[in-house]
């Protein structure tokens, strides 16, 4: 390349940085729908395609990170094919739930919106630095995980309401995190990037929320 060829991605302005809000807000959007799509496909899909589905969708992940400085092209097609596949990966589980307990489904996903509405904005607009808050959870996240294995072995009382809980504080923070980051980015090769950490935390959050509202007392 010379050193007067014009780079794919060009960093935004700061009189443009509030338009990013927008596009990477429409690459939510656009991949959540995408999600349906895949989750539509893989409705009658047993469950090992859908741990396929989960491998491909982060295969996907790791390279957008590697393609955003790149092609923009490429990245929006990994974080659509993204989306695709994590629908297909999650057929299964909201299939289930859709069948049982439909009401349920209603609810998590309108108190899903409410959750990120609600913790987004705070992290929007906070002018507290929440990168350390951010390390904290992270870690908090692979105990979280750990903690999920552990409950597969061995039955703790309550675990699964336990498990739910710690994660929506979890990704309460990491919602309000993702949100500042899109605040302060001024550079608009992270949107597409940004765009698939909300639209994780909006997934995580809701299939949290289904597990609470889809429990039988």
């Known amino acids: 390349m010379s050193s007067n060829s014009v780079p794919l991605w060009a960093p935004i302005t700061r009189d443009q940085a509030g338009t990013l809000l927008g596009q990477t807000m429409g690459l939510v959007a656009a991949t959540t729908g995408l999600f349906a799509v895949g989750a539509y496909l893989g409705r009658n899909l047993a469950s090992p395609w859908g741990w396929l589905g989960f491998i491909a969708a982060f295969a996907c992940l790791i390279a957008m990170n590697?393609?955003?400085?790149?092609?923009?092209?490429?990245?929006?097609?990994?974080?659509?094919?993204?989306?695709?596949?994590?629908?297909?990966?999650?057929?299964?589980?909201?299939?289930?739930?859709?069948?049982?307990?439909?009401?349920?489904?209603?609810?998590?996903?309108?108190?899903?919106?409410?959750?990120?509405?609600?913790?987004?904005?705070?992290?929007?607009?906070?002018?507290?630095?929440?990168?350390?808050?951010?390390?904290?959870?992270f870690w908090a996240l692979i105990g979280l995980i750990i903690f999920g294995i552990v409950t597969i072995f061995i039955q703790i009382p309550g675990g699964a309401v336990i498990y739910a809980i710690l994660g929506l504080v979890i990704f309460a923070g990491?919602?309000?995190y993702d949100f500042q980051r899109l605040r302060r980015s001024q550079d608009i090769r992270t949107a597409p990037l940004l765009a698939a950490s909300i639209f994780l935390d909006i997934l995580n959050v809701f299939l949290l929320l289904l597990s609470l509202f889809g429990r039988d007392d």
């Open 66 to 137: 590697a393609a955003a400085q790149r092609s923009q092209g490429l990245t929006l097609t990994l974080l659509f094919g993204f989306g695709v596949l994590i629908g297909v990966a999650t057929a299964p589980t909201l299939s289930y739930y859709a069948s049982a307990d439909p009401q349920a489904v209603w609810q998590a996903g309108a108190a899903t919106a409410l959750f990120i509405a609600g913790f987004g904005a705070a992290g929007y607009a906070t002018r507290r630095d929440l990168s350390a808050l951010a390390r904290v959870l």
């Open 174 to 176: 990491l919602t309000a």
